[in-house]
């Protein structure tokens, strides 16, 4: 999470607010042109890069409420560039916590279009409606809210499965999920101890709050690289209910005589999980990904953190082309999905996603649960979790995986944790998870006889 760009930058250093509105729409134009936000914001000049995430985020998190006040008030389509700057700055005066005053955005918005070619001739026609907005702000803003999209800022069918999936927390899930996300992160116990480290960081005025069996949350977000202990592998940033998937699978996982544990991890990068397992226990670790560079990001992590697996660049479902023929202990599928539990850090996906990508990524899913399940050792345990809170990606795949292989045993599994507390979670840490992103676990034995 970063901070506003009041905290992030003082006054004398801080570019002209024209500029960061000119960035943010140009990130934002690239986000609704179909790039994620981290690939919108790589394009930015770095000392810019701060402080536009932070608008666009503010924006994004408005994103269906300033589509319903912009077609109230332009007729037609402006061309991309001039709607981006406009939508900019309607979700920015949408926001809950203003971050600017209203005459000083609006100024700098103008000032933002006259200085960039592609605005430049409707500066006036962007000046106008945002005058309007704030003339009829209240009446505007009732008119867009009669729209649950608009309520609520996800798209209509996203809402609609929320509210199929849980019907008495909807409301919920929806609400947590336009929260800006804490910053957590795991302790790395095989070099130093949670409570030590906690301790170091309190006496630089750095405040944290313990969660699980190694996770701290910060009172405060800060860059990493600000993070005493970080580039030494003291600690890694990852969400508390990411940091689930290592105990889940190899907590009281008996261990054969004379070797480590044998452990695939499908779907690696970027390596957060695998740092995990190997931090963990003493296991042999293969990590998987389908993309050299993601796999570089798996090395780059394991490096920093002094811990060693097996990188494998490869398709893990076509398994003639990496394994070696040795059946593993565990497997860990973290297997690729809408990443509907995650908005609180990603408010760009819902812009991003579509209905249709849900069944889609399902059936990848069940490829994936049907490639590798033979790949795991009669009494070995399958973890697979996904980054969802869509039952068709979590609860549903794992019914219609149990009810077409008779081989498989669910055992006592987290389930959906929907953003947020929850207390379904509470049995399997030390403290109960507080503040975490929306996830999916199963936990899957194979039987010792076929059946």
């Given at each position: 999470m970063t901070a506003s760009p009041k905290e992030t930058h003082t006054p004398a250093l801080a570019p002209p607010l024209w500029r960061q509105l000119q960035a943010c729409a140009q990130a934002l134009q690239a986000v609704c042109e179909g790039r994620n936000h981290a690939q919108a914001l790589s394009q930015v000049a770095t000392p810019l890069r701060p402080a536009t995430q932070a608008l666009l985020f503010e924006v994004l998190r408005h994103w269906e409420t300033t589509q319903a006040v912009r077609d109230m008030l332009v007729k037609r389509g402006p061309a991309a560039p001039v709607n981006a700057l406009l939508c900019t700055g309607l979700g920015l005066l949408l926001g809950t916590a203003a971050m600017y005053p209203a005459h000083t955005l609006v100024s700098q918005l103008v000032e933002a279009a006259k200085r960039h070619p592609p605005t430049r001739a409707q500066a006036a026609f962007i000046n106008a409606c945002v005058r309007r907005f704030l003339r009829e702000a209240t009446s505007l803003k009732a008119q867009a809210m009669q729209g649950l999209a608009a309520q609520w800022n996800f798209p209509l069918w996203w809402i609609q499965r929320v509210q199929r999936d849980y019907p008495n927390d909807w409301q919920t899930v929806l609400h947590a999920s336009q929260q800006a996300?804490?910053?957590?992160?795991?302790?790395?116990?095989?070099?130093?101890?949670?409570?030590?480290?906690?301790?170091?960081?309190?006496?630089?005025?750095?405040?944290?709050?313990?969660?699980?069996?190694?996770?701290?949350?910060?009172?405060?977000?800060?860059?990493?690289?600000?993070?005493?202990?970080?580039?030494?592998?003291?600690?890694?940033?990852?969400?508390?209910?990411?940091?689930?998937?290592?105990?889940?699978?190899?907590?009281?996982?008996?261990?054969?005589?004379?070797?480590?544990?044998?452990?695939?991890?499908?779907?690696?990068?970027?390596?957060?999980?695998?740092?995990?397992?190997?931090?963990?226990?003493?296991?042999?670790?293969?990590?998987?990904?389908?993309?050299?560079?993601?796999?570089?990001?798996?090395?780059?992590?394991?490096?920093?953190?002094?811990?060693?697996?097996?990188?494998?660049?490869?398709?893990?479902?076509?398994t003639a082309q990496w394994w070696d023929g040795g059946l593993f202990d565990a497997v860990l599928l973290d297997a690729p999905c809408t990443a509907s539990g995650i908005v609180r850090r990603h408010p760009d996906i819902p812009l991003l996603r579509r209905d249709s990508d849900v069944a889609a990524l399902a059936q990848t899913q069940r490829r994936m649960l049907d490639a590798l399940w033979p790949l795991l050792a009669p009494g070995g345990r399958m973890l697979y979790c996904t980054c969802s809170v869509f039952h068709e990606e979590g609860q549903g795949q794992i019914d219609s995986f149990l009810a077409r292989n008779t081989q498989a045993v669910l055992r006592p599994s987290p389930g959906h944790l929907i953003p947020g507390a929850s207390a379904n979670a509470t049995g399997l840490l030390d403290n109960a998870l507080r503040g975490h992103d929306g996830f999916f676990y199963a936990v899957l034995e194979r039987r010792q006889t076929d059946v």
């Open positions: 996300a804490p910053m957590g992160l795991r302790v790395n116990r095989r070099k130093i101890a949670r409570d030590h480290l906690q301790q170091q960081w309190a006496a630089q005025g750095v405040l944290s709050e313990a969660v699980g069996e190694v996770g701290l949350v910060l009172h405060q977000a800060r860059p990493v690289q600000a993070i005493a202990g970080f580039a030494q592998g003291w600690c890694s940033v990852q969400d508390v209910a990411a940091q689930l998937a290592a105990p889940l699978l190899l907590k009281d996982l008996p261990s054969p005589s004379a070797r480590p544990l044998r452990v695939l991890d499908a779907c690696a990068a970027p390596g957060g999980k695998t740092a995990h397992l190997l931090e963990y226990a003493d296991v042999d670790v293969w990590a998987i990904d389908i993309e050299e560079m993601r796999c570089q990001r798996i090395r780059d992590n394991l490096q920093r953190l002094d811990l060693q697996a097996h990188v494998v660049c490869a398709d893990v479902m076509d």
